[in-house]
């Protein structure tokens, strides 16, 4: 039973942080729930470890997309790992990889592979359709 307390507490941390980070824009929460030497698995190699990197990327996505939200469609945990299925829906107005502002709406699906430990988001793999995105951010009107 001790793993199963685990599990679910390690699944409130990622219901947590999508919550108060990814849909209420909260970010002095990102210091609460993301370690000092966190490391996102799908970032640019020589990003910096830690909370400071994920407030940095999340902000450039809320410049992009003012009215960014994110939705968990899915969860399944297990021990020290948190499985979501999400979509992030928004409208780019402002530059997006060298692609300037459409105004159009936008929304890109994922899934993101979190570990917990010491009751902190320690590590994340993230697998998007970024195909899908770039689609909708070129075929605007320009």
Do not use: C
């Not at 490391?39 to 003012?66: C, E, M, N, R």
């Amino acid at each position: 039973m001790k793993t199963n307390n685990i599990t679910e507490k390690n699944k409130a941390i990622i219901l947590k942080l999508y919550k108060d980070v990814l849909v209420d824009w909260n970010m002095p929460m990102v210091d609460e729930l993301v370690a000092e030497n966190f490391i996102s698995h799908d970032w640019p190699k020589g990003t910096p470890a830690g909370p400071q990197s994920f407030k940095a990327f999340y902000s450039k996505i809320k410049v992009t997309l003012p009215d960014a939200s994110y939705h968990t469609e899915d969860i399944i945990a297990e021990n020290d790992k948190v499985a979501v299925r999400w979509r992030l829906q928004g409208t780019q107005e402002g530059d997006f990889e060298g692609i300037a502002a459409t105004g159009k709406p936008i929304t890109l699906n994922g899934i993101a592979i979190y570990r917990i430990a010491d009751d902190k988001v320690q590590e994340r793999w993230v697998f998007t359709d970024l195909q899908l995105l770039l689609q909708q951010v070129d075929s605007a009107e320009l």
